[in-house]
Antibody, heavy 120, light 106 residues
């Protein structure tokens, strides 16, 4: 069974930092493309970042609103993907989901989500 | 960026009805179109990938069709547990973009 478990969320002041983690199990992590997707209260889904598998070069890409502030990374030895979030703004307040996939097969598995609140 | 436009934004239908949701992309791409279901307070779940392929475990009453810029999600016989918001998404190019969602009420 595929499991994605996010951790590291919480309340942070504007300008602060948080590091989200997503622990994966139930599939071959080294072959997986991993994403972060967020959803602000009552709003649409917004893709945040993608890191491809190491086998295809580990290519990384970001949504424009987070480029230069957020960093996605992966540790294949620990089956974990990370999202380092710096210079946080109130508009980053959202539930953040870790997902597998991309390309032809869609975002096929999702974690339960974790709340990030940026407020003074 | 590829913009995804869904319609309608909401609908109300009865159990057993056939329901159709459409998604239009701002530019053409080769079937990298996916549909997700999100129930209240829960994470989204993949229903359809590649425009028409059913994800594992998804009931056969869900189907997808279309190509180019116009895509459709159909629920052939609406069930009470299908009350949810449905999103389309393109995974053809980054930034990966979602439609605005269609809220389905029973």
């Amino acid at each position: 069974e595929v499991q994605l478990v996010e951790s590291g969320g919480g309340l942070v002041k504007p300008g602060g930092s948080l590091r989200l983690s997503c622990a994966a199990s139930g599939f071959i992590f080294t072959n997986a493309w991993m994403n972060w997707v967020r959803q602000a209260p009552g709003m649409d889904l917004e893709w945040v970042a993608l890191i491809k598998s190491t086998a295809v070069g580990g290519t990384i890409d970001y949504a424009a609103p987070v480029k230069g502030r957020f960093t996605i990374s992966r540790d294949d030895s620990k089956n974990t993907v990370f999202l380092q979030m710096n210079s946080l703004k109130s508009e980053d307040t959202a539930v953040y989901y870790c997902t597998t996939g991309g390309g032809t097969f869609g975002l096929d598995y999702w974690g339960q989500g974790i709340q990030v609140t940026v407020s003074s | 960026d590829i913009q995804m436009t869904q319609s309608p934004s909401s609908l109300s239908a009865s159990v057993g009805d056939r329901v159709t949701i459409t998604c239009r992309a701002s530019q053409s791409f080769n079937n990298y179109l996916n549909w997700y279901q999100q129930k209240s307070g829960k994470a989204p779940e993949l229903l359809i990938y590649g425009a028409s392929s059913l994800h594992s475990g998804v009931p056969s009453r869900f189907s997808g069709s279309g190509s180019g810029t116009d895509f459709t999600l159909t629920i052939s016989s609406l069930q009470p547990e299908d009350a949810a918001t449905y999103f389309c998404q393109q995974t053809y190019s980054t930034p990966l973009t979602f439609g605005g969602g269609t809220k389905v009420e029973i």
